[in-house]
């Protein structure tokens, strides 16, 4: 039944499925995306063959001189594109790149500050239920109530009480920009590393478009995958601070550059071997982004963001800190009556895709949660621009206000169909 040599119909049926899922609906999952053909091809090439444990010129198998060039291609343009001094570009994911940036800075019990899960923080920034909650000592910050927003004096109040050895600035859920200035300052008043997860807006950073964390972090992690439009993976850049970032004392007494430190916990410390035909997909990925046409898409993801945010406040929505700087929002839908399960089981009838989200101060348990999160990265991908964000915005609402009637949300249905069968997933 499972000859290699005859093509597998099961899977590749299910392929198609999820291609033609994708092509019509609407996606508006805040950490997705769709890649271009280039990307897609070298994520499925030969180069998935190949064993390449080490870095370029320093490996343990033979035959590496064209992965070897690979790889240093995407490291180049990683640090063009964010005017950085150092990339690793072998982190499987984000959560592995962020693992790999704890091992190189703490030890098993250190204490860590993050941004609260349920504020918008994601899991390896200390949750419990993660290696990062489980290893280390977390404690948290979060949004103020009334704003919805970070307030750095608190921020400052927090690291000082608690003495974090390091501290981390970015999130899952937050949909304003990011002073990294005044985390640095708070983060040297208490003598700890600042560590940036630029995962969700690095897209929007790279080009200029929100504030840049590299000339104030010790260390930046993301994953290449949401607004940057890779493939799945992730990444750690350096900017200044790269030679010698807080004076660590290693081994011996030898004062050893953060790099190698880096480079290190990724391979060997936390990694095998590197995925090669997705060092090549970020390679390509990278280069896309460095490109003019990559400005035009992100500037158009934030007018999307922009315009989606206007039309659901204009519609009574309430969104947390009442708009957004970046690619996303997150919708508190209390006032509306909804939970973000129900919210997002509805969307999800008529082919809109959104993950139900924990809001600030939420009252409601992460399975059920009180809000919605919805991002514009992937929509702008297929070419949809301000005016169709009214247009969806309608279709959401009219969906979670009839969600019990299955002849509207049939109808949305069909609309979304229309709005988007006859786009490709990738409109270069
Ligand atoms: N960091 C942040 C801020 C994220 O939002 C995510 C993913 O959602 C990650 C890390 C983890 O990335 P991955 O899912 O690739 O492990």
New binding site residues.
Partial sequence: KYSKMKRDEQIFDLIEAEKQRQLEGIELIA?ENFVSEQVMEAAGSVLTNKYAEGYPGKRYYGGCEVVDEVETIAIERAKELFGAAYANVQPH????A?TAVFAACLKPGDKILGFDLSHGG?L?HGSPVNFSGKLYNPVFYGVDKETGLLNYDKIAEVAKKEQPKLIIA???AYSRDINFEKFREIADSVGAILFA?I??PAGLIAKGVLSDPIPHCHIVST?THKTLRGP?G?LILMGKDFENPFGLKLKNGNLRMMSSLLDSAVFPGNQGGPLEHIIAAKAIAFGEALSEDFLHYIVQVKKNAAAMAKAFVDRGYNIISNGTDNHMMLIDLRNKDISGKEGEEALGKANITVNKNMVPFDDKSPFVTSGIRIGTAAVTSRGLVEEDMEAVVNLIDEVLMNREDNTKIEAAKNHVYRLMAHRPLFKA
């Fill in positions: 950490s994911s984000g959560s592995q962020n994601h390896t970015g999130a899952s997860d995962s969700h994953t799945r992730g």
